[in-house]
């Protein structure tokens, strides 16, 4: 017996999609497999440790928690969305020049939660950088460099507001 699909009208990175999806498809894998998103990491598949993070209509959410037919009319931003190899967005930028990265598999998640805080809060202490990527793990770098980035691509953005 063949499984239902249902359809799917979402808003991804700026451009609207439709799709039939399965019932029980994971966004995570709707991001991957059907749209070809691959900077949507799968670490550990139970929202444990960020890798899959995507901005949902303005808040990250774990995309291996969510389904893809919850997202019907949403917006979606993933880490694909930030910058271009010719222009970075200034959290790509900061991650680069601040070493936030070494294997690079939790990356995205973590420009995901970094700029969710960024929007919300462009001008956040150390000790509120440290709390809002707690949600994020990384098993290379220590944090101190992510940190560091974070709190460089606040001033990066900031200079860029101000022109």
């Not at 598949?45 to 995309?63: D, P, Q, T, W």
């Not at 150390?126 to 707690?134: A, F, K, L, Q, T």
């Not at 460089?152 to 101000?162: G, V």
Request: charge should be negative; include cysteine; proline fraction near 3%.
């Amino acid at each position: 017996m063949a499984i239902k699909k249902h359809e799917l009208s979402v808003e991804v990175n700026g451009r609207t999609v439709r799709a039939e999806v399965e019932p029980r498809m994971m966004l995570s894998d709707f991001l991957r497999h059907e749209l070809g998103l691959t900077g949507t990491h799968v670490g550990c598949e139970h929202g444990v440790c960020g890798a899959c993070n995507v901005m949902l209509n303005g808040r990250s959410a774990r995309s291996c928690l969510t389904y893809a037919v919850q997202v019907d009319g949403a917006k979606i931003e993933t880490v694909e969305s930030l910058g271009t190899i010719d222009k970075l967005h200034p959290l790509q930028q900061a991650f680069w020049e601040k070493h936030g990265l070494q294997c690079g598999f939790c990356t995205p998640g973590m420009l995901i939660s970094a700029l969710e805080l960024l929007e919300k809060n462009p001008k956040p202490t150390r000790e509120e950088i440290v709390d809002h990527m707690s949600g994020n793990l990384c098993r290379c770098t220590g944090y101190q460099n992510i940190i560091d980035a974070v709190a460089y691509a606040a001033e990066l953005m900031a200079e860029q507001a101000n022109g």
